[in-house]
């Protein structure tokens, strides 16, 4: 879904996509998320499922999904949508993360490092940074 500037979700920052975009295929394959453990795409999630539930019907339909997938492949491959937390340095998916609002910041804070909660400052800004940052992304300063 490609980012459009009234939409209510966030661009992420690293692609054309809102925020919280899911991966059918990556371009380039990481770990699992390492907050919920989250696979990076669809294609990583059936294949991992194939593998855990090899004989039973979801193993099989699993395998059956990411052969469907592969074959897909020649159409293109997505940008990797997991961030680097630039507090711990984990790579998490976008539910587990979030962006400073504070201008320019914008730092990747993942949820077990920002106490406050995803969308929230970092630890190195205060509630009075974010009315002034409100305030120059409006042009007001």
Same mark, same amino acid.
């Given at each position: 879904?490609?980012?459009v500037?009234?939409?209510? =979700?966030p661009?992420? +920052?690293?692609?054309?996509?809102?925020f919280?975009q899911?991966?059918?295929?990556?371009?380039?394959?990481?770990?699992?998320?390492a907050?919920?453990?989250? +696979?990076?795409?669809?294609?990583?999630?059936?294949?991992?499922?194939?593998?855990?539930?090899?004989?039973t019907a979801?193993?099989?339909?699993?395998a059956?999904?990411a052969?469907s997938?592969? =074959?897909?492949?020649?159409?293109?491959r997505?940008?990797?949508?997991f961030?680097?937390?630039t507090?711990?340095? =984990?790579w998490?998916?976008?539910?587990c993360?979030?962006?400073?609002?504070?201008?320019?910041c914008?730092?990747?804070i993942?949820?077990?490092?920002?106490?406050?909660?995803?969308?929230? +400052?970092?630890?190195?800004?205060?509630?009075e940074?974010a009315?002034?940052?409100e305030?120059?992304? =409006?042009?007001?300063?």
């Amino acid at each position: 879904m490609w980012y459009v500037p009234s939409d209510h =979700r966030p661009a992420h +920052p690293s692609h054309g996509c809102t925020f919280f975009q899911k991966n059918l295929l990556c371009s380039t394959c990481i770990d699992n998320c390492a907050n919920c453990g989250a +696979p990076c795409c669809a294609f990583k999630g059936a294949s991992q499922t194939a593998v855990k539930e090899k004989d039973t019907a979801e193993g099989i339909a699993a395998a059956e999904l990411a052969s469907s997938i592969k =074959r897909w492949a020649s159409e293109g491959r997505d940008a990797p949508t997991f961030l680097m937390c630039t507090d711990c340095g =984990r790579w998490v998916c976008p539910d587990c993360i979030g962006l400073c609002p504070i201008f320019p910041c914008h730092d990747s804070i993942c949820a077990g490092c920002n106490p406050c909660g995803l969308w929230e +400052p970092c630890g190195f800004h205060t509630a009075e940074d974010a009315v002034v940052s409100e305030k120059m992304k =409006r042009g007001g300063m």
